[in-house]
């Protein structure tokens, strides 16, 4: 059964480089799609953007200029940078299984504030 | 982007009697071609991740009980609960997967009254 863990720093400050990675355990990260999906404290779901295997990527056009998603196939690992944060990037971010599909498989997600 | 709202907000539903929620898209999300919705029904616990209940709209994730369905085609969703049990207090989200970005409605929350 695959399972999802993300990894990263839980206080970035202001204009700084968000960085989490999602580590995939049970199964090939070769095989699907994979998405970042992100929840503001209190608020709604926002997906990020996913990637595949072979480089190909697909971000949502709200944080398209300021994301990169990218792969560690070596790992078993993809990894989501985000530039430029303020505090508005504050938010669970969670990693998923999928691309533009339903998600049925989460991480538990990994809280990062943007604070100075 | 496809805009998906929820309605109501919220509810609050006695132990055993049905709760309602609706989900419309801004655009059909019913593709021709293969004559599917591509509409996704989440659960969401506080401090869990949401976990997906139902897909093409009215199909059930496995395992998720059957006193929750999905209906509607088009634009125009519902996902019932024919018989609210304690441990569905949740806020539940719908999600149109038919192109991207890939969205999600605001979510609608499910309390015991």
């Known amino acids: 059964q695959v399972q999802l863990q993300e990894s990263g720093p839980g206080l970035v400050k202001p204009s700084e480089t968000l960085s989490l990675t999602c580590t995939v355990s049970g199964g090939s990260i070769s095989t699907y799609y994979w998405s970042w999906i992100r929840q503001p404290p209190g608020k709604g779901l926002e997906w990020i953007g996913y990637?595949?295997?072979?480089?190909?990527?697909n971000y949502n056009p709200s944080l398209k200029s300021r994301v990169t998603i990218s792969e560690d196939t070596s790992k078993n690992q993809f990894s989501l940078r985000l530039s430029s944060v303020t505090a508005a990037d504050t938010a669970v971010y969670y990693c998923a299984r999928g691309g533009i599909t339903k998600f049925a498989v989460w991480g538990k997600g990994t809280t990062v504030t943007v604070s100075s | 982007d496809i805009v998906m709202t929820q309605s109501p907000d919220s509810l609050a539903v006695s132990l055993g009697e049905r709760a309602t929620i609706n989900c419309k898209s801004s655009q059909s999300v019913l593709y021709s071609s293969n004559n599917k919705n591509y509409l996704a029904w989440y659960q969401q616990k506080p401090g869990q991740p949401p976990k997906l209940f139902i897909y093409?709209?009215?199909t059930r994730e496995s395992g998720v009980p059957d006193r929750f369905s999905g209906s509607g085609s088009g634009t125009d969703f519902t996902l019932t609960i024919s018989s609210l049990q304690a441990e569905d207090v949740a806020v539940y989200y719908c999600?149109?997967?038919?192109?991207?970005?890939?969205?999600f409605g605001p979510g609608t929350k499910v309390d015991i009254k």
């Open positions: 999600q149109q997967y038919y192109n991207t970005p890939v969205t």
């Open positions: 093409w709209a009215s």
């Open positions: 990637m595949y295997y072979s480089g190909s990527t």
